[in-house]
């Protein structure tokens, strides 16, 4: 259960959010347009990072640019 320890981890790179126009899902009261946000875990399609609601939650990389 290595997602109980998330927000204990280490961030493994640093994103900054892009947009908040999802298709499906209501994501602009989660994340906010420009901010920098610490990557807690990565999958193929998905960045788990601490939200707005200063928890992890899973979005898909399409919302984010890799900050360098």
């Keep these: 259960m290595i997602h109980y320890e998330w927000?204990?981890?280490k961030?493994?790179?640093?994103?900054?959010?892009e947009h908040t126009n999802a298709k499906r899902?209501?994501?602009d009261t989660m994340l906010?347009?420009?901010?920098v946000y610490d990557?807690?875990?990565e999958?193929?399609?998905f960045y788990f990072i601490i939200?707005?609601?200063n928890r992890v939650g899973g979005y898909f990389k399409e919302y984010f640019s890799e900050v360098k």
Excluded: H, L
């Design 7 to 9: 927000d204990k981890k």
């Design 39 to 41: 990557v807690i875990n």
């Design 51 to 53: 939200d707005n609601s």
């Design 32 to 35: 906010t347009k420009g901010k």
């Design 11 to 17: 961030p493994i790179k640093r994103v900054k959010c």
């Design 25 to 27: 899902y209501k994501v």
């Design 43 to 45: 999958t193929e399609a």
